[in-house]
């Protein structure tokens, strides 16, 4: 009987099913967060948020539905990231896959506070027994609950973004610069979260810090799609353990 830990058998193709999940995660994020969330929410006006959510509603339940592909493929991408890189170190795989789980699981409740404003500002018995500047208010603040809870759960992904980079570096069949720069990138997200939670005064850092936090996910994800990965070099690490 074979065991379940047994590398995969076609490795450069699990390598790029992860590159096209990871591009739909980009694309979605990006749709979700600056398409969505970036053209319908003002911080500093309740009352024109909730303006613009109830009468672009369609938009903002298509940005919630982007968000929830996006869960789906983290995990999707948590599996096929430890199938790949278990050879390497299977502690350090299982460290990287929990950590993406469980991010997933606080990109879960951040998403739940999002979808508040379709109860408190939709046609709802809830919404109907609020006035429409406590129901904006009300909404706004659940919205802010989501924004946090994403942050907290970029700080995760910083965390999984590391692990990630010294398992790609160790792999051998696998580049090293990719390695480095996914290092990079996660330690950029935990940055942050740091700045963002810790030294509020830095705010205007956070900006800056998101260019090389996404920029190395670009060139993980064209890589997973165009080349996969090393398969001769692949083989050579598996050999011992199949």
């Known amino acids: ?135 904006g208010t009300l909404a706004l603040t659940f919205l802010g609950l989501h924004n946090e809870g994403y942050i907290l759960a970029l700080m995760l992904f910083g965390l999984h973004g590391c692990a990630l980079g010294i398992l790609l570096v160790r792999s051998g069949y696998f580049p090293r610069f990719l390695g480095i720069l996914m290092g990079l990138s996660g330690l950029s997200y935990l940055a942050l979260g740091i700045v963002h939670f810790g030294l509020p005064s830095l705010s205007g850092v956070g900006g800056l810090l998101l260019i090389p936090a996404a920029l190395p996910e670009f060139v993980f994800t064209g890589w997973l799609l165009i080349v996969g990965l090393n398969r001769r070099r692949w083989e050579t690490r598996v050999a011992p353990s199949t």
């Open 1 to 135: 009987m074979p065991s379940t830990s047994a590398p995969p058998r076609h490795p450069v193709a699990l390598a790029r099913l992860s590159g096209l999940a990871y591009l739909a995660i980009i694309l979605c994020g990006i749709f979700a967060q600056m398409a969505v969330r970036g053209s319908l929410i003002d911080w500093q006006d309740a009352g024109a948020t909730a303006e613009l959510i109830q009468s672009r509603n369609g938009l903002f339940r298509l940005g919630l539905l982007a968000d929830f592909l996006v869960l789906v493929l983290d995990i999707v991408l948590a599996v096929t990231f430890y199938r790949l890189l278990a050879p390497v170190d299977r502690g350090l795989a299982l460290l990287a896959l929990s950590v993406r789980l469980v991010m997933s699981a606080v990109l879960v409740a951040a998403l739940l506070a999002q979808t508040a404003p379709l109860i408190l500002l939709g046609e709802t018995a809830i919404a109907g027994q609020l006035e429409p500047g406590a129901a």
